[in-house]
């Protein structure tokens, strides 16, 4: 799933700089929405500016997949980059983008139907 994934953040012009398929982690360069373009990683501040984050988690027999989208509140090199990010809200354009990407790879991999519970189904 996470190769399809990858695949489907570089149709839509995001760059992946990390991608480990047997770990199901999926990682994308800082992405400008606005510009549609990648940016430098040490841009900070604005909320257009992005980096996306994709697992992938084998459970009861499927996958379970999440994601984040997060932006960088501020830049210092003596603190972990990851210390200095927070969570895009789901209304933002940015977080638009997982949304089309989590229906592309709904297509290619259709979640599994809901078992029919037999007390309940009709009999002919």
Not at 23 to 28: A, K, N, Q, R, S
Not at 61 to 73: D, Q
Not at 98 to 107: G, I, N
Request: glycine share 4%; charged share 25%; net charge neutral.
């Amino acid at each position: 799933m996470i190769g399809a994934a990858a695949r489907e953040m570089a149709a839509a012009g995001l760059k992946v700089v990390q991608i480990a398929t047997d770990e199901g982690y999926l990682e994308t360069e800082w992405y400008d929405v606005a510009a549609r373009r990648t940016v430098n990683a040490r841009v900070a501040g604005f909320d257009h500016i992005v980096k996306l984050r994709l697992f992938a988690d084998p459970t009861a027999g499927r996958t379970r997949l999440a994601a984040e989208c997060v932006v960088r509140i501020g830049y210092d090199p003596s603190m972990p980059e990851r210390d200095l990010e927070r969570m895009v809200p789901d209304s933002t354009p940015a977080h638009a983008i997982l949304d089309s990407l989590f229906a592309r790879l709904k297509v290619v991999f259709p979640p599994p139907k809901p078992p029919v519970d037999s007390a309940t189904a009709q009999q002919p």
